[in-house]
C-alpha cells in the first residue's frame, strides 16, 4: 500500500504477486499460519519470487 501511495504501482503490483506466491506453498508458512517458517525463510522466498519476476 505504501508503494502505491508513492505512486509505485508497478512495484507495488510486483510484491503483491510475490507475496501471494510465497504465501500460497504452506512450507513458507509461519507459526502464526500453522506452518514453522521462520520469518527469515519467507523473507527469502519473497526475495528470491522478487528476483524472478524480474526475468
Known sequence: MMLEHLGE????????????????????????????????KVTGAVVAALEGDNS
Open 9 to 40: 504501482k508497478p512495484a507495488a503490483d510486483r510484491l503483491m504477486r510475490a507475496i501471494e506466491r510465497v504465501t500460497a506453498n504452506r512450507d513458507f508458512h509461519t507459526p502464526d499460519l500453522g506452518g514453522t517458517a521462520t520469518t527469515q
